[in-house]
């Protein structure tokens, strides 16, 4: 790998203050796309401000109706997490369902989601949930935070602190997965919290997660994978690439999403 | 240059190295530890897993300097006094290895699949677990095999100490 600096701060203020003053520095959170990433040279900042050390930034905390999620929280402590099973089961499946083990060990959400990979599941779960996304300066919407591949709404220097979830009574994720990265080809998160249906697909999107308002609308009627039985999706706005065509990942949306919806009814 | 240092296998290390150094680089030419090596460079094959901190991750896929204050284990740390950690032994017995490249990542993975999910392990656990491994020669069989009598080895050999790795 080329070479860059390094800085390790123990607390999210050195962070942010290094981070107001190096130049072309980039946060290092579990670093399992970001140095892939920078050995390739497909990537190459000067610095690296290494979150690993900030010790406020890790945990999971059962808060009323929310489940709160530190940015350096790693996959595994959320899919091995009692409170997460027990509460929002759905979210501790879909940490286990990315990568490998050795992998869970290491990425955290926070890194997940400030990379917005369109293929990440992450996303998917936080606008089918409805999560608030908590930086060091403000709170987003996950609605107004997830704006395009591999683009979010932090801005320069801007460290997401948590991620706030919603519990909802009924929720499920199914992915279907590339044999060989274990990335979604396609993977559909489906919540439900009251009257409020919201199915969010990632992996497909040629510009990151997305929603399907007309299975949303569809499931308000009733929550059952009848109600989207029928239901297609357009290939226009899809990935396509060696691993699936528009047409076939369309195809495999609505799979998914009829197969979270059975799977989130069921529970 | 900026100093790191860590516990290697039960020993304190230190030395001056480059922010970009990776942890398997650190271990495999700075400490020598060539047991655990280089596959894919990728975080794919798993052939460079130690422990960091008691769980299982790719070293190539860490910056060394991220481990300073860490206790880390490789494959060499395994062994006791001459005798073959359990998992090691089962792996020699089930012939659970061809080339043998993958093999220390392989075994690093077993240890931490058994403190995880325990002794008794069903071939479909061993199987998802060992997602994260390659294996080009043996077609996992003996593998999946070596890891079951393995995990049991370590349970009826002493139980404590092999939950603490």
């Given at each position: 790998m080329y070479a860059f600096d390094y800085h390790r701060?123990?607390?999210?203020?050195?962070?942010?203050?290094?981070?107001?003053?190096?130049?072309?520095?980039?946060?290092l959170?579990g670093g399992h796309?970001l140095l892939p990433?920078m050995k390739?040279?497909?990537?190459?900042?000067?610095?690296l401000i290494d979150l690993n050390r900030?010790?406020?930034?890790?945990?999971?905390?059962?808060?009323?109706?929310?489940?709160?999620?530190?940015?350096?929280?790693?996959?595994?402590?959320?899919?091995?997490?009692?409170?997460?099973?027990?509460?929002?089961?759905?979210?501790?499946?879909?940490?286990?369902?990315?990568?490998?083990?050795?992998?869970?060990?290491r990425?955290?959400?926070?890194?997940?989601?400030?990379?917005?990979?369109?293929?990440?599941?992450?996303?998917?779960?936080?606008?089918?949930?409805?999560?608030?996304?908590?930086?060091?300066?403000?709170?987003?919407?996950?609605?107004?935070?997830?704006?395009?591949?591999?683009?979010?709404?932090?801005?320069?220097?801007?460290?997401?602190?948590?991620?706030?979830?919603?519990?909802?009574?009924?929720?499920?994720?199914?992915?279907?997965?590339?044999?060989?990265?274990?990335?979604?080809?396609?993977?559909?998160?489906?919540?439900?919290?009251?009257?409020?249906?919201?199915?969010?697909?990632?992996?497909?999107?040629?510009?990151?997660?997305?929603?399907?308002?007309?299975?949303?609308?569809?499931?308000?009627?009733?929550?059952?994978?009848?109600?989207?039985?029928?239901?297609?999706?357009?290939?226009?706005?899809?990935?396509?690439?060696?691993?699936?065509?528009?047409?076939?990942?369309?195809?495999?949306?609505?799979?998914?999403?009829?197969?979270?919806?059975?799977?989130?009814?069921?529970? | 240059m900026t100093t790191v240092s860590m516990t290697v296998n039960?020993k304190a290390v230190s030395a001056d190295i480059e922010p970009r150094t990776l942890l398997v680089q650190f271990l495999r030419e700075n400490l020598r530890l060539t047991?655990t090596h280089v596959?894919?460079d990728?975080s794919?094959?798993?052939?460079c897993v130690v422990h960091l901190d008691?769980q299982?991750v790719k070293s190539c896929t860490v910056l060394a300097l991220s481990c300073d204050g860490a206790t880390v284990g490789t494959?060499?740390?395994?062994?006791?006094?001459?005798?073959?950690?359990?998992?090691?032994?089962?792996?020699?017995?089930?012939?659970?290895?061809?080339?043998?490249?993958?093999?220390?990542?392989?075994?690093?993975?077993?240890?931490?699949?058994?403190?995880?999910?325990?002794?008794?392990?069903?071939?479909?656990?061993?199987?998802?677990?060992?997602?994260?491994?390659?294996?080009?020669?043996?077609?996992?069989?003996?593998?999946?095999?070596?890891?079951?009598?393995?995990?049991?080895?370590?349970?009826?050999?002493?139980?404590?100490?092999?939950?603490?790795?």
């Open positions: 701060p123990d607390s999210l203020r050195k962070a942010a203050s290094l981070a107001a003053t190096v130049e072309d520095a980039k946060f959170a796309t990433t390739q040279r497909l990537a190459s900042p000067s610095a900030v010790k406020e930034l890790a945990g999971i905390e059962l808060r009323g109706r929310t489940i709160v999620i530190g940015a350096m929280t790693r996959h595994a402590s959320v899919e091995q997490s009692p409170e997460i099973q027990q509460a929002l089961p759905a979210l501790a499946e879909l940490a286990h369902l990315i990568g490998d083990p050795q992998v869970r060990h990425g955290t959400i926070g890194g997940s989601i400030a990379n917005n990979d369109p293929a990440a599941d992450y996303p998917a779960a936080c606008v089918a949930l409805g999560a608030t996304i908590v930086t060091n300066k403000r709170k987003l919407a996950a609605d107004e935070f997830f704006t395009g591949l591999f683009d979010t709404a932090l801005e320069d220097g801007e460290i997401i602190t948590k991620v706030v979830f919603p519990v909802a009574s009924r929720a499920a994720y199914a992915k279907f997965r590339n044999p060989a990265s274990r990335y979604a080809l396609a993977g559909v998160f489906v919540a439900k919290r009251g009257s409020d249906i919201r199915v969010a697909v990632t992996g497909a999107g040629e510009s990151g997660v997305f929603r399907l308002p007309e299975f949303e609308e569809a499931l308000k009627k009733r929550f059952s994978p009848k109600s989207i039985e029928g239901l297609k999706v357009s290939p226009d706005g899809l990935i396509g690439d060696i691993h699936a065509d528009p047409a076939y990942r369309a195809q495999l949306v609505a799979v998914m999403a009829r197969r979270a919806v059975a799977k989130a009814a069921a529970r | 039960g047991g596959g894919c990728t794919q094959c798993g052939a008691g299982a494959i060499e740390g395994l062994a006791s006094d001459g005798a073959l950690h359990p998992m090691q032994e089962a792996f020699r017995e089930h012939h659970g290895l061809q080339c043998g490249f993958c093999t220390p990542g392989m075994i690093m993975s077993a240890v931490d699949i058994v403190a995880r999910c325990g002794h008794h392990l069903d071939e479909q656990t061993i199987r998802e677990e060992l997602e994260g491994n390659i294996c080009r020669c043996t077609g996992y069989h003996n593998i999946v095999k070596a890891i079951a009598a393995g995990a049991e080895a370590m349970g009826a050999s002493s139980p404590m100490q092999h939950a603490a790795e």
